[in-house]
């Protein structure tokens, strides 16, 4: 009996460690996004509601709202082959798009664990 219990709380603990991070998509911290986010060919992607945007948002992030009938339109624009970083408030949303940005064939997925709650309480920069 207990090593039925010990096998599905393994089972758990890796379920819910897959549903966090997926497969090909990077889940860093403030200081690892900031740092990528340097480098030149890095997209930045704010994936939360236009208001939610002009509340403040990360810089040089360009707001493609997750929720929209239209999200995969508009990542076509964006180009496979270079870095894509992907944040919200918390870490939902972005995971959501994460999925679907690794679904569509982007190579290199970068998500903000945490989201906008964790830069802010980095006091990393963001603009209006």
């Known amino acids: 009996m207990k090593n039925i ?22 889940l860093v911290d ?4 900031e740092e990528q986010m340097k480098e030149s060919t890095s997209q930045i992607i704010d994936v939360r509601t236009t208001e939610e945007f002009s509340d403040g ?5 360009v707001n493609m709202d997750v929720t929209s009938d239209d ?8 180009d496979k082959e270079k870095p894509v970083m992907v ?3 918390s870490g939902g949303r972005s995971a959501k798009a994460a999925a679907i940005l690794r679904d569509n064939g982007f190579k290199q997925v970068y998500d903000l664990d945490g989201g906008m709650i964790g830069w802010n309480a980095a006091s990393k920069p963001i603009e209006n």
């Open 5 to 26: 219990f010990l096998s599905l709380s393994v089972l758990l603990v890796m379920a819910c460690s897959c549903v966090k991070q997926q497969e090909g998509v990077n």
């Open 87 to 89: 944040y919200c408030k």
């Open 71 to 78: 999200f995969e339109a508009k990542i076509a624009s964006l």
């Open 57 to 61: 948002h990360i810089v040089n992030a």
């Open 30 to 33: 403030s200081n690892k996004f």
